[in-house]
C-alpha cells in the first residue's frame, strides 16, 4: 500500500503509539512530502487502521531514476554482452580527467570529508593535481542522474518505520545510531545508444608546469655538469668577492668597480663551513629559486607555455648554467632585471608589485651599481612619459637608493667621492669610452671567461650563429608587436623587455675594450622574452613550423653541451692550479698569517690562508717599501709565471720552483728575524 504522508500526522502518530496501536508510516524530514512505500504493521490485539492522508498539491516526487536499496530496489542493469571479472575491467579501465575525478570523489565521500578526514583528503588531491595523476572510468559528457550526482540516498527500516533520506541529512543521526545501513554503489555513466562512436581518449597533463620543469632541469644540469668540477677551488674572482667575509682567510683586495652583493649572500654558508661543496650546492640552488621567480613574474603576462620557452631559452646557455654554482654577480643581475622589468608592467594594476620592483632594484643595485643604473634608465624614462606607470616612480628612485647606499658610503670613505670612485673604476676597466667591442663579444661568445685582451683564436665558430640571428629575432618580435599594436593589443611587454636589454649591454658593446661572456647575461635573459613570444606565437597556429621551432630549440640547447663540457674542464684546470701552488707554498713554510705578492696572488693566497697584495697592475693596492716591512713581521713569498724575473726587491729572495702549476716560481723572503 502507497500513501502520501505530511508532518501534520506526527501527532497523530504519537497518540497511536501510546495508544498501543499499529503507527503509521513516518515522512520524511523534508517540507514537501515524499511518496514513500509503507511498512507493514505487525500483528497486534489492538490494531487500529488508518487512512492515509491525501497528497497535498504542493508535493514534489523524487526523480524516476533514483534508486533504492532493500529488497523493493530496481535490479542493476547489466548491459548486454559485458563479461565480470578482473581481466574484462582492466580492458575497459581508462585514465579519467583529474576534475571530473576530484569531483566525483568530493560527491561520494562528502561526509568523510566534511569530518576528520577531509584535510588529508585534500592534501592527497592536491598532490595527485600537481603530478597530473587521473585514474577512473572515461566516458562523453552525459546528463548525471541525481544521485551520481552526490544526492546518494540510502534506505532505512527500523521496528515499525520505513522511509527515505538524503545522506547530507543523516549524517547526524548516523553517527549518534549504530542502526545497519545500506548506501548505494556508485552509479555508472548512462551508456552510448546504438551505433555512437566512443570519443578517442587523449591524455590531460596539468597546465602551467612547464616553468617549473625548466627550473628543474636547470638545476639537474649545474648539480651532474658544473659543480663536480668546481667542487673543490674558487676562481680568481669568486676569492675577492667570498674572502671579504670568511672569518678564515685575510679580506684580498676591493677594487672600485666590485660591489659587495656577492658577498652578502654567500655569507650564511660561509659563517657555517668553509667547504667549496657546500658553498657550490647552495649557489646552484639559489640560482634555481632565482630562475624560477624571475620568469615566474611574467606568466601573468606572456602565458604559461610563453613563460617556460623564454626561461629553457636563456637557462640553456652555457654561461648560464656555469654562473649559476659560481659566486659571480651576473646571472643575478640578469634575474634580477627580468623580475624588475616584468613588475614593473605589473604595478599599474597591482599596487603590490611596486614594492617588490623596489625590492628587485634594491638587490641589483647591491649586486652591480653601475648596472643598475643602466637598468633603471629605461624604466624611468617608461614612468616619466607614460601617465598609468608614474605611480611608480618613487619606488623605482627608492629602490635604486637602498641598494647603492652602501655603494656610496664606501665611495666616499676609501676613494673621497662618487665621481672619484667612477674615475677610478673606468681606469681599472681600462678607460670607459666609446669603443666599439661587438667583435670581442662575439670571439668570446664560447670562451674563455675572461677575454683580456681578446687575440686568442675563435672556438666552435659554428656555435655562434645563435648569437648572430638573436638581434634579427629581436627585431623580428619588435616589428610583430608594433603591427598588433595597431589593432589595439599592448606592445609594451615587447617594447620594455626590449629596451631595457639594449640599455644593460651598451656598457659592454660599446664602452669596454674587452669582453667576457657573462658580461651579456642581462641582456639574453631579457631578449629571451619577446624570442619566446615570437617563438610560441608563430608556432602555435601551424603544425609543422611549431616541429620546425621545437628541433632549432632543441639543436640550440643540444649544441651548448660541448661548449659547457670544455669550459667547466678548462675553468678547474686553471682552478686546480690554484690549490697546487697553495700546497706547495704551505709545505715550504708559508702559512698563516703571511703574505703573498704577485701574479695569481689573489686566489693562491685565499687558498693559502695568506692575505695578498700587488704593487702594480688594475689591483695594485700596496707599495715595494710596504711589501718588505711586511716581511719582516711575517712569512713573505712572490709569485711569477711564465718564466718572469721577480720584482727588484726580492731578486735576492729564494727561488722555488712550483712543480704541477706550469712554470709558476715563487721567491721566498728569509725568514722573519733572520739577519739579511
Same mark, same amino acid.
Given at each position: 500500500m502507497t500513501a502520501h504522508v505530511t508532518d501534520e500526522d506526527t501527532a497523530a502518530d504519537t497518540a497511536a503509539t501510546a495508544a498501543g496501536g499499529a503507527t503509521r508510516p513516518a515522512s520524511t524530514a523534508t517540507p514537501a512530502a515524499i511518496p514513500v512505500t509503507s511498512a507493514p504493521a505487525p500483528a497486534t490485539p489492538a490494531a487500529i487502521p488508518v487512512t492515509a492522508a491525501p497528497v497535498p498539491a504542493t508535493s514534489v516526487a523524487p526523480p524516476a531514476q533514483t534508486p533504492m536499496a532493500g529488497p523493493g530496489a530496481p535490479p542493476t542493469r547489466v548491459r548486454p554482452g559485458r563479461r565480470k571479472g578482473w581481466a574484462a575491467a582492466l580492458r575497459r579501465w581508462r585514465p579519467t580527467p583529474w576534475p571530473a575525478l576530484r569531483a566525483t570523489a568530493e560527491q561520494t565521500f562528502r561526509p568523510l570529508l566534511l569530518t576528520a578526514f577531509r584535510p588529508t583528503l585534500l592534501t592527497i588531491a592536491t598532490a595527485g593535481a600537481a603530478a597530473g595523476i587521473a585514474v577512473g572510468p572515461a566516458?562523453?559528457?552525459?546528463?548525471?542522474?541525481?544521485?551520481?550526482?552526490?544526492?546518494?540516498?540510502?534506505?532505512?527500516?527500523?521496528?515499525?518505520?520505513?522511509?527515505?533520506?538524503?545522506?547530507?541529512?543523516?549524517?547526524?543521526?548516523?553517527?549518534?545510531?549504530?542502526?545497519?545501513?545500506?548506501?548505494?554503489?556508485?552509479?555508472?555513466?548512462?551508456?552510448?545508444?546504438?551505433?555512437?562512436?566512443?570519443?578517442?581518449?587523449?591524455?590531460?597533463?596539468?597546465?602551467?608546469?612547464?616553468?617549473?620543469a625548466v627550473s628543474l632541469l636547470y638545476l639537474l644540469v649545474q648539480l651532474t655538469l658544473v659543480v663536480p668540477h668546481l667542487a673543490h677551488v674558487l676562481g680568481w674572482d669568486e676569492t675577492v668577492y667570498v674572502s671579504q667575509v670568511d672569518p678564515r682567510t685575510p679580506a684580498a683586495f676591493f677594487s672600485a668597480p666590485r660591489?659587495?652583493?656577492?658577498?652578502?649572500?654567500?655569507?650564511? !654558508?660561509? *659563517?657555517?663551513?668553509?667547504?667549496?661543496? %657546500?658553498? #657550490?650546492?647552495?649557489? =646552484?640552488?639559489?640560482?634555481? @629559486? /632565482?630562475?624560477?621567480?624571475?620568469y615566474r613574474v611574467w606568466r601573468p603576462l606572456l602565458g604559461p607555455a610563453t613563460t617556460a620557452l623564454a626561461a629553457l631559452v636563456f637557462s640553456g646557455l652555457w654561461i648560464a648554467q656555469i654562473s649559476g654554482p659560481e659566486a659571480m654577480p651576473n646571472l643575478w643581475v640578469a634575474l634580477g632585471? !627580468?623580475? *624588475?622589468?616584468?613588475?614593473?608592467?605589473? %604595478?599599474? #594594476?597591482?599596487?603590490? =608589485?611596486?614594492?617588490?620592483? @623596489? /625590492?628587485?632594484?634594491?638587490?641589483?643595485?647591491?649586486?652591480?651599481?653601475?648596472?643598475?643604473?643602466?637598468?633603471?634608465?629605461?624604466?624611468?624614462?617608461?614612468?616619466?612619459?607614460?601617465?598609468?606607470?608614474?605611480?611608480?616612480?618613487?619606488?623605482?628612485?627608492?629602490?635604486?637608493?637602498?641598494?647603492?647606499?652602501?655603494?656610496?658610503?664606501?665611495?666616499?670613505?676609501?676613494?673621497?667621492?662618487?665621481?672619484?670612485?667612477?674615475?677610478?673604476?673606468? @681606469?681599472?676597466?681600462?678607460?670607459?669610452?666609446?669603443?666599439?667591442n661587438l667583435f670581442n663579444a662575439w670571439r668570446s661568445l664560447n670562451g674563455p671567461e675572461l677575454?683580456?685582451?681578446?687575440?686568442?683564436?675563435?672556438h666552435h665558430p659554428e656555435l655562434t650563429l645563435w648569437w648572430l640571428a638573436l638581434p634579427l629575432l629581436a627585431l623580428a618580435a619588435l616589428a610583430v608587436a608594433l603591427r598588433e599594436r595597431r589593432t589595439g593589443v599592448p606592445a609594451d611587454r615587447t617594447l620594455v623587455p626590449l629596451a631595457v636589454a639594449v640599455c644593460l649591454s651598451v656598457p659592454y658593446l660599446l664602452l669596454l675594450s674587452y669582453s667576457a661572456p657573462r658580461f651579456l647575461l642581462p641582456a639574453y635573459a631579457l631578449l629571451a622574452l619577446p624570442v619566446g613570444g615570437l617563438l610560441t606565437r608563430v608556432a602555435r597556429p601551424r603544425p609543422a613550423l611549431a616541429v620546425t621551432v621545437g628541433c632549432?630549440?632543441?639543436?640550440?640547447?643540444?649544441?651548448?653541451?660541448?661548449?659547457?663540457?670544455?669550459?667547466?674542464?678548462?675553468?678547474?684546470?686553471?682552478?686546480?692550479?690554484?690549490?697546487?701552488?697553495?700546497?706547495?707554498?704551505?709545505?715550504?713554510?708559508?702559512?698563516?698569517p703571511c703574505l703573498l705578492v704577485g701574479s695569481h696572488a689573489q686566489p693562491v693566497g685565499y687558498d693559502a690562508g695568506c692575505a695578498s697584495a700587488a704593487t702594480k697592475g688594475n689591483n695594485r693596492n700596496t707599495t715595494p717599501s710596504s711589501v718588505l716591512r711586511r716581511a719582516e713581521r711575517m712569512p713573505t713569498a712572490v709569485l711569477t709565471a711564465d718564466a718572469q724575473r721577480p720584482p727588484r726587491y726580492a731578486r735576492d729572495w729564494t727561488r722555488h720552483p712550483l712543480p704541477g702549476t706550469d712554470g709558476w716560481t715563487a721567491w721566498l723572503a728569509p725568514a722573519p728575524g733572520a739577519s739579511r
Open positions: 566516458g562523453p559528457a552525459t546528463a548525471t542522474p541525481a544521485h551520481a550526482a552526490g544526492v546518494k540516498t540510502r534506505a532505512w527500516t527500523t521496528g515499525t518505520k520505513a522511509g527515505t533520506e538524503t545522506e547530507a541529512e543523516a549524517t547526524t543521526e548516523a553517527e549518534a545510531t549504530t542502526e545497519a545501513e545500506t548506501r548505494t554503489a556508485p552509479h555508472r555513466p548512462a551508456p552510448l545508444p546504438p551505433g555512437t562512436a566512443t570519443p578517442p581518449w587523449r591524455p590531460r597533463f596539468p597546465q602551467g608546469r612547464g616553468l617549473e660591489s659587495r652583493g656577492i658577498s652578502v649572500l654567500v655569507s650564511p !654558508v660561509l *659563517a657555517v663551513t668553509d667547504s667549496v661543496l %657546500a658553498l #657550490r650546492i647552495a649557489l =646552484a640552488l639559489l640560482s634555481t @629559486a /632565482a630562475l624560477y621567480a624571475a632585471a !627580468v623580475a *624588475a622589468t616584468g613588475l614593473f608592467l605589473r %604595478a599599474p #594594476r597591482e599596487p603590490n =608589485a611596486r614594492w617588490w620592483l @623596489a /625590492a628587485c632594484l634594491a638587490g641589483v643595485a647591491l649586486m652591480r651599481v653601475p648596472d643598475a643604473a643602466w637598468l633603471g634608465l629605461p624604466l624611468l624614462a617608461t614612468a616619466g612619459c607614460v601617465r598609468s606607470h608614474r605611480r611608480t616612480l618613487p619606488y623605482l628612485l627608492g629602490g635604486l637608493a637602498a641598494g647603492a647606499t652602501q655603494w656610496t658610503v664606501e665611495a666616499y670613505s676609501r676613494f673621497g667621492g662618487v665621481p672619484q670612485r667612477l674615475h677610478v673604476s673606468g @681606469a681599472t676597466e681600462g678607460g670607459m669610452h666609446p669603443h666599439l677575454c683580456r685582451p681578446c687575440s686568442g683564436p675563435v632549432l630549440v632543441a639543436l640550440q640547447l643540444v649544441a651548448q653541451y660541448p661548449v659547457l663540457h670544455r669550459m667547466t674542464a678548462q675553468v678547474a684546470s686553471l682552478d686546480q692550479r690554484y690549490r697546487v701552488a697553495a700546497d706547495e707554498l704551505n709545505a715550504l713554510g708559508l702559512r698563516a
